[in-house]
């Protein structure tokens, strides 16, 4: 069995963790604001339903393709 150094183990459970806590955090502030989690869930189902009937420009169209084809790699 390899040898990990302590220093690359904290890395890994650091990279692991951040974003983790990141989420916690935003869910918190957003729990804290129901108007503005709201105004997000609008706006992610507006964008949704742009991008599935085919209105959102070439450009945007991209953008999120990406982020779905980024997503379903992960």
Request: hydrophobic share 65%; net charge positive.
């Amino acid at each position: 069995m390899k040898s990990v150094p302590l220093g690359r183990r904290v890395s890994a459970v650091v990279a692991l963790l951040v974003p983790v806590a990141v989420l916690v955090e935003l869910v918190a502030v957003l729990l804290r604001r129901p108007l503005i989690l709201a105004a997000a869930a609008v706006a992610v189902v507006l964008i949704a339903w742009a991008h599935s009937s085919g209105k959102l420009p070439a450009f945007f169209d991209h953008i999120i393709d990406n982020v779905i084809g980024n997503a379903d790699a992960a």
